[in-house]
Structures are given as structure tokens and as C-alpha cells.
């Protein structure tokens, strides 16, 4: 077992100094007819045992450790002195970590000089204000806590604060994020269920199980909708647009008497977005939900879209195309109100050419408050809507 062992190690690479486990398995192409259990993205063969694996380096540690529950069995052949040195280098690892970690870890900013914890509790004091109080006229300060402060924990709450914008600056993340009613309720109901010991998600949990999880509950929810789809017929609903990293974007939705219903969104980012590929398109989505369930294609009016309505009914004659009539009376009013058709639509410019007027004043003001990030910040501020 030595020999076999030490000649497949040596055909791997150096193991990383972070996952020193990886050394005692060998990654392989995927070979035909191996018995593959699922659950990663590296296949790996088994230096002890010679089983081949599809898994992250979680699996491998749980394979070579024995470690139960972790979707993989454990290696029969590893012996008690080899899984010990395995546990030993693995332990290593983690001490490194998280010494690491603590030194690189910022510590937290103090309470403010004088004032103690800042207060959250509900007779919290102004900011800025003197810990004071007037006893027959004359000012003298208050030594110690309060009896107030213990009993709200206030410098545990202040503590808790720090950690939580602590996770917000070095994650990046936005900071309306704070006003998600998820993100409110989760701590409530921990403060609420005062649940001892309990350790936050970890990254797989939140990327496997619980995402599929979740993904079948909604499925769940959506299951009485679309089963009405049959019965009644639903319209796909599609349209163009680019994110805010400016990937082109192609979304899929269906819309029925249950209401709208998100299907999927397709990076086109490096495609000919030519008829042939708009139709394909649309077809993946005519077959993803059923062909009989269909009833309309709605899009816009482009060109590219009317070229592959032609294609979609000579191949399902029962689903007819849409055009949008929003990006229709856009089109019209457009043509109406263009300047260089006067000679066509003389008396219809000379009446709706006050649409011009505004159409024009509207799009000064909308690019002068993008340009200028200062009056754009105003407007966000005092207005609920959104410029496009």
C-alpha cells in the first residue's frame, strides 16, 4: 500500500499549503464506467482505496478523515496511524489560519472618551450630550454605568454594532442592504430565541443545500401557477437590455392569469444576435415550458424580432407573435413628432409637435442631473422614482 501510495503522489502536483489533504489523492479525467459520486467539481482517485470521486477538497477531507455525513464514504483503507498524521496536518493548517487571521484583524474602534458604550437603548441619550446630572443647580458627573445601561447591555450592543458595519466595510457590501427585512429578521429572531452556540452559514451550505433548499420551496409556490398554465395558456414575454456591467441580456418570462412568472436570463455577451439566434432562443423557451402551454410571443418591434416571428410560426402555427404596444405608440409618436416627416405629416406635426417640445426639455434635465452627481444625489433623495 506504501508503494502504491507514494507512486501516485508523486504524480500530483504540490499540494496546496492550504488544503495539504489534496496529496493523497490523484486528479483524473473522468474515466468510463468509474463508479463517480457526485457533489464537486474535481474528479479525484483515491491514493488508499483507488475509488474515483466527483468533489471539492471538503470531500476529500471527509473521505480521508472519515468524517460522517458529508455526503462521501469514508476510505476503508486508511489506516489509524495515516489518518492520524492526516488529522495533525489538517489541524496545523487551521491553527495558521486563524492565526492569520488574528493578526491581520483590525481591532474595533472604542467607545467615545467620556461618554462610555454608546447607548441603543430606548432612553438613549443625544449625541454629543454630557453625562450630567443638575442636583440643586450645580453639575456633576455620573461615575460608573447606569443601572439603565447594564439592563439593555449596552456595551454588548455597541460590541454587536461594531462587528455588523465591520462585516459591511470589508464585504463590500451596499449599504441598503441594511434595510432588507431578511437581513432585519434574522437578527431579531436570534435575539428573540436566544439560541446558544449557534455558528453562522458557512460558504458550501449557503452555495448547495440550502440553495437547493430554497429553490425547491419557491418551486413549491409556483407549482398551483403553473399548473394552470395547461388550462388557460400563458404569453412569453421577452426583451433585450443591459446590466449595470453592461452585459447584454436577454430575459424570459411568462405572464398567465397567475400572474408573471421569471424563466431565465441569457448572457448574450460575444453572440450574433441575428434571427437565427433570437429564434433559437425563443424556441429553448417555447420547449422549457411546453409548446401546448403557449398561446403569444411578446416582444419589441425590432427588425431581428420580426424576422424570427416568421421562423416560430412556420414551426408552431399555433403560437402567434405580439409586438409591444408600449414600444408601439413609442414608434408612433416617434414618427409623428419627428421634424424630418413634416413634408409628410404636415398638420399632424403642426398639432403634436408640443410632444417634441417636452420629450426635448424632459431629456436636457435628465442628462444635466446623470452628469452632475451632486444635483443626482438631490434627486434620489427627495424623489421615489428612478431616471432611465
Known amino acids: 500500500m506504501d508503494e502504491v501510495t507514494s507512486t501516485e ?16 489523492v490523484t486528479k483524473v479525467e ?28 471538503s470531500r476529500v477531507k471527509a473521505h480521508l478523515l472519515k468524517i460522517v455525513n458529508k455526503g462521501i464514504k ?21 491553527k495558521d489560519k486563524l492565526k492569520s487571521e488574528q493578526r491581520s484583524r483590525i481591532p474595533l474602534p472604542p467607545p467615545i472618551p467620556g461618554h462610555g458604550p454608546i ?6 441619550r443625544q449625541e454629543g450630550s454630557d453625562s450630567t446630572n443638575l442636583v440643586d443647580g450645580k453639575r456633576r458627573k455620573v461615575a460608573g454605568i447606569s443601572p439603565i445601561e ?21 464585504g463590500g457590501l451596499p449599504f441598503n442592504f441594511a434595510r432588507n427585512s431578511y437581513y432585519r429578521n434574522s437578527y431579531a429572531y436570534a435575539a428573540t430565541h436566544n439560541i446558544p452556540g449557534y455558528v453562522p452559514l458557512g460558504y458550501n451550505a449557503l452555495r448547495t443545500t440550502l440553495l437547493q433548499k430554497e429553490r425547491a420551496h419557491v418551486e413549491r409556490l409556483l407549482k398551483p401557477i403553473k399548473d394552470s398554465w395547461l388550462e388557460n395558456g400563458i404569453s412569453i414575454v421577452s426583451d433585450r437590455w443591459s ?55 411578446i416582444t419589441d418591434n425590432a427588425n431581428v424580432m420580426k424576422s424570427a416571428r416568421a421562423l416560430i410560426e412556420g414551426e408552431y402555427p399555433k403560437i402567434f407573435w405580439t409586438p409591444c404596444v408600449v414600444h408601439t405608440l413609442n414608434l408612433a409618436l416617434k414618427n409623428i413628432c419627428a421634424a424630418k416627416n413634416t413634408e409628410k405629416n404636415e398638420v ?6 408640443w410632444i417634441t417640445c417636452i420629450a426635448n426639455d424632459a431629456s436636457f434635465i435628465r442628462v444635466f442631473i446623470m452628469n452632475h452627481s451632486m444635483r443626482l444625489a438631490m434627486f434620489n433623495e427627495f424623489n421615489p422614482l428612478k431616471l432611465l
Request: net charge neutral; glycine share 6%; with cysteine.
Open 150 to 170: 447594564k439592563a439593555f447591555q449596552n456595551a454588548t450592543r455597541y460590541e454587536l454594532d461594531s462587528r455588523i458595519v465591520r462585516m459591511f466595510y470589508t
Open 348 to 353: 399632424t406635426y403642426e398639432e403634436c409637435s
Open 119 to 124: 447607548p441603543i437603548s430606548p432612553f438613549r
Open 30 to 57: 473522468k474515466p468510463p464506467g468509474a463508479i463517480v459520486k457526485k457533489g464537486g467539481n474535481t474528479y479525484f482517485k483515491c491514493n488508499y482505496c483507488g475509488v474515483v470521486y466527483l468533489g471539492s477538497y
Open 243 to 297: 446590466d449595470p456591467q453592461k452585459r447584454p441580456l436577454i430575459n424570459i418570462m411568462a405572464v398567465s392569469d397567475g400572474g408573471p412568472v421569471f424563466i431565465k436570463a441569457i448572457d448574450g455577451l460575444g453572440e450574433f444576435k441575428d434571427k437565427h439566434y433570437i429564434t433559437e432562443v425563443l424556441k429553448d423557451a417555447i420547449k422549457e415550458i411546453g409548446h401546448e402551454k403557449v398561446v403569444q410571443v
Open 74 to 94: 469514508a476510505c476503508p483503507n486508511v489506516t489509524p496511524s495515516h489518518r492520524l498524521e492526516m488529522q495533525r496536518m489538517h489541524d496545523q493548517v487551521e
Open 9 to 24: 503522489t508523486s504524480s500530483q502536483e504540490v499540494p496546496n499549503a492550504e488544503c495539504p489533504l489534496w496529496q493523497y
